[in-house]
């Protein structure tokens, strides 16, 4: 296998020593990792686990049982794969991203390639915008946290540390969608990355309403930050309506204000709806630079150093731009600024380029590049497969890249790239996303359809997953059952229902066992409970689930067993409904037939005895002696195994019935006699 780019993050566990040979690692179920520690348990509490890092993990693993106290009787900690799996602020994103990821499997595949490029756009808008009102969540939470005493400072970090991830993975997607998904051209790819650096920095909004809000703004310490702001974003509009407010509050500027509005005015800027050509935009653009070098070198601005820096930067002065980094603060708001003013026609390919310089100039040679830098890195030099595994080894869970990885696979960006061990990189991604949700009470029900658009390995991991999943309730164990029959999975669906039928029997709840055994076909399982219902009918004298055995019909044949506990109860209802003639056939075929077990043979005899007594002949001559013969049997069975010599029950019962057998039996012929005398 490949050597790990990075070393895995580490998990302390409390309480775990190395040193002593007793420590082990098993794999629990649920993709958890169980480690035996020396901690006690104080009181029956369960805790956090103390000690670790002040922040939340990188990779999102927790451990739960923690507790303190002094070393005593071993107990067990679990390490969960995908801690971010069980937090509740993120069950938004699972699921209304599993519905946007269904509609777009179900999308028409010869959709024309215009309407298609479109939808694509539109589903990865959508991503992004359950990631951003999932953020807005996940920030509101953190706020109220932060007012409330109820929750630890770790919760109210771990909040904190998810929205800045979540604001990172929002980042990365809008500009995936630019290069990638949009794959915007030379000329609209610079207004794209405008509205991307002025979505994502939005510090600026705060600062505006702070300095229009005040008494005099062109007076207030931040009001040509704030100008400087909106000129570094290409937001010339507001920065020319603030400019109106410096220049009537002094006449003076009045001369310098006109020229500067005028050249922000005529800055020629690549439009969506526009017509012209790259060549007439860039010659456009090299006349209005020509301007503004002149006006610079003229010395127009000379005696107000703001104005001047602002036409330095409209210049692409990269000095200037450099001047004002505190207010952009990234390095690549200060790459997008230096292409507004000097290259707004770029081409995509040409990015690399100056991403790469910007970086650099920007961080500058000795500071170490963040992971998210590397990762915005990789995209701009169009390094897809780079994007993919530095965001799968940066962010704390599969979500991301899974949803990412399936777009772009519907973009045709990734045809060519097979893993080595078989799968394609979206099936692998989809298959470790859907086998974290499987790890979770509620959300293996999103996984389930990840699987089903995984089409080589897909289907073998959801028999494998869902195999595992508790079966706490009938209710659960039905909506598994379902999936298992609309897949045709019949070894699961057997499984489950035996399972089920199991859990039922040990609760002495006949009646669903005998349902979860018919379902799953298991004539074993089936004969096995018919006969615990025929050991209740001889302790109680009544059949429990009437409703159940009455209505069994087809399903009684799956076992000889079950078929006579059903035909018995038609017995007991054609005798409740006072039809003995039925009845007394249908107990003397029950027990001609053989398929009534031996041991119930004296509780059927028995229950010939009231229809011998009738006052109607109900059993004729040849029925009289096909009972005697059985009872015969019956007893020489009985005999040979000594059974009978020292209960005096089985024996009386015994003489009762042939005594009535002997009466029926005259009665009978006393009657047959009569009739053929006639």
Request: glycine content about 6%; overall charge negative; aromatic content about 8%.
């Amino acid at each position: 296998m490949e050597e790990p780019d990075t070393e895995p993050p580490l998990t302390v566990v409390p309480g775990a020593d190395p040193a002593r040979t007793q420590l082990c690692f098993e794999w629990g179920p649920a993709e958890m990792l169980l480690c035996e520690t020396l901690f006690g348990r104080r009181g029956g509490e369960r805790r956090g686990a103390p000690g670790g890092s002040a922040g939340p993990a990188p990779t999102g693993c927790g451990v739960a049982g923690g507790g303190d106290g002094a070393p005593g009787p071993s107990r067990v900690f679990v390490v969960r794969r995908d801690q971010d799996i069980y937090m509740e602020t993120l069950r938004k994103l699972f699921n209304e991203s599993h519905g946007i990821f269904v509609g777009l499997q179900r999308c028409e595949e010869e959709r024309a390639a215009r309407a298609r490029n479109a939808q694509l756009v539109q589903v990865s808008k959508n991503y992004r915008s359950v990631i951003r009102a999932c953020m807005e969540d996940m920030h509101q939470s953190a706020i109220s946290a932060r007012d409330s005493a109820l929750h630890s400072q770790y919760s109210i970090q771990l909040c904190f540390f998810q929205v800045s991830i979540l604001s990172a993975m929002e980042l990365i997607w809008n500009l995936c969608e630019i290069l990638f998904v949009e794959a915007a051209p030379a000329g609209p790819l610079l207004l794209r990355l405008l509205d991307w650096v002025q979505l994502h920095i939005c510090d600026v909004d705060n600062m505006v309403r702070e300095v229009l809000g005040s008494e005099n703004p062109s007076k207030h310490k931040l009001f040509w930050n704030v100008v400087d702001i909106f000129v570094l974003q290409g937001r010339m509009d507001e920065a020319r309506h603030l400019l109106s407010k410096e220049a009537i509050a002094n006449p003076t500027s009045m001369n310098m204000y006109k020229i500067l509005d005028d050249l922000m005015k005529k800055m020629p800027v690549p439009s969506l709806g526009n017509t012209q050509t790259l060549t007439e935009m860039e010659l456009k653009w090299q006349h209005w630079h020509e301007e503004c070098q002149r006006y610079l070198q003229d010395g127009t601005f000379a005696s107000n150093s703001h104005m001047e820096s602002i036409c330095k930067i409209l210049l692409g002065d990269e000095n200037a731009i450099l001047e004002k980094k505190e207010l952009m603060t990234t390095w690549y708001h200060f790459l997008v600024t230096r292409l507004l003013y000097s290259h707004p026609t770029v081409k995509p390919m040409e990015l690399r380029f100056y991403a790469q310089s910007s970086m650099d100039m920007f961080l500058g040679e000795e500071s170490n590049p963040e992971p998210l830098d590397t990762i915005l890195m990789a995209a701009f030099e169009f390094e897809l497969h780079q994007v993919i595994k530095e965001c799968s080894v940066a962010l704390s869970n599969w979500w991301f890249v899974a949803h990412l990885t399936d777009l772009l696979d519907h973009c045709k960006l990734l045809q060519s790239h097979n893993l080595y061990f078989g799968s394609n990189m979206r099936e692998f991604l989809l298959l470790e996303y859907a086998s974290g949700l499987f790890s979770h009470h509620s959300l293996w029900q999103l996984g389930v359809d990840y699987f089903d658009h995984c089409p080589e390995y897909g289907r073998v991991y959801l028999e494998l997953h869902i195999e595992r999943i508790p079966l706490n309730t009938e209710q659960k164990a039905l909506k598994v059952l379902r999936i298992c029959e609309q897949r045709q999975m019949h070894e699961q669906v057997r499984s489950i229902c035996k399972i089920m039928a199991m859990k039922a029997l040990r609760n002495n709840r006949l009646g669903s066992a005998l349902s979860w055994s018919i379902r799953a076909k298991d004539a074993a399982f089936a004969t096995l409970i018919s006969d615990r219902f025929l050991k209740d009918y001889c302790e109680r004298g009544y059949f429990s689930d009437l409703d159940l055995i009455d209505n069994l019909g087809p399903s009684m044949l799956l076992s000889d067993r079950l078929t006579f506990l059903g035909k018995y109860r038609e017995f007991h209802r054609l005798y409740g409904e006072k039809r003995f003639s039925e009845a007394a056939r249908l107990l003397l075929m029950l027990m001609t037939a053989h398929i009534a077990p031996c041991s119930f043979w004296m509780t059927l005899l028995t229950d010939a005895l009231p229809l011998l007594e009738q006052k109607e002949v109900i059993f004729s001559a040849e029925q009289t002696y096909e009972l005697m013969r059985c009872l015969e049997d019956l007893t020489a069975r009985k005999l040979d195994k000594q059974k009978f010599q020292d209960d005096d029950v089985e024996t009386m019962k015994v003489e009762m019935l042939r005594l009535a057998l002997a009466r029926n039996l005259a009665r009978v012929i006393v009657k047959e006699g009569t009739l053929e005398g006639s």
